[in-house]
C-alpha cells in the first residue's frame, strides 16, 4: 500500500467512526429539541441559549454528512430505504430550519414548540435510520480499494 492509499485508508477510518458516534449524537440532539420545546413556556431565556446551540449542532451535522458524501462521491439518491432516501432526509432537514426560522422570526412559539417537539425528532430520525447504509456504502468502497 502506497503513502497516498494509507491516508485515504485513515479518512474512510475516521469516517467510519464519526459515523458511528453520529448516531448517539443525533439522539441526544432529539432530547435537546423536545427539552427546548419544553422550555419555551416555562423559561424563554434558557430556550433560545439552548435553540441556538440546537441549531448550530444541526448545522454542524448536515455539513458533516454533505461532506461525507461529497468526500466519498456519495449519491444521497443512492442511500435509500424503505422509507425514502438520504436526499429526502436532507430536504427535509433544510425545510425544518427554514420553518424553525421562520417561526422565530414571527415570535410564533407555539408553531416552534410543535416543530421542536415533532419535527426535528423527526427529521433527525431519519438520519439515525440512513447513517448505518452511508457507513457501510464507505465499508464496501473501502473492501474494493483495499
Do not use: W
Request: charged residues 25%; contains cysteine; proline residues 1%.
Amino acid at each position: 500500500m502506497n503513502k497516498s492509499s494509507g491516508n485515504l485508508r485513515s479518512i474512510e477510518d475516521m469516517t467510519i467512526r464519526s459515523l458511528n458516534d453520529s448516531a448517539a449524537g443525533l439522539k441526544a440532539l432529539c432530547r435537546d429539541s423536545v427539552l427546548c420545546a419544553e422550555l419555551l413556556f416555562s423559561d424563554i431565556g434558557n430556550a433560545m441559549e439552548r435553540f441556538n446551540g440546537l441549531a448550530a449542532n444541526i448545522r454542524k451535522f448536515y455539513v458533516f454528512e454533505n461532506d461525507v458524501r461529497s468526500t466519498f462521491g456519495i449519491k444521497g439518491e443512492d442511500l435509500r430505504d424503505a422509507a425514502g432516501n438520504l436526499t429526502d432526509a436532507d430536504s427535509a432537514l433544510c425545510s425544518v430550519m427554514d420553518d424553525m426560522i421562520g417561526r422565530l422570526d414571527k415570535r410564533d412559539f407555539a408553531a416552534l414548540a410543535e416543530i421542536l417537539k415533532i419535527g426535528v425528532p423527526a427529521v433527525l430520525d431519519r438520519f439515525i435510520s440512513l447513517l448505518p447504509l452511508l457507513r457501510q456504502h464507505i465499508q464496501n468502497e473501502q473492501l474494493t480499494t483495499t
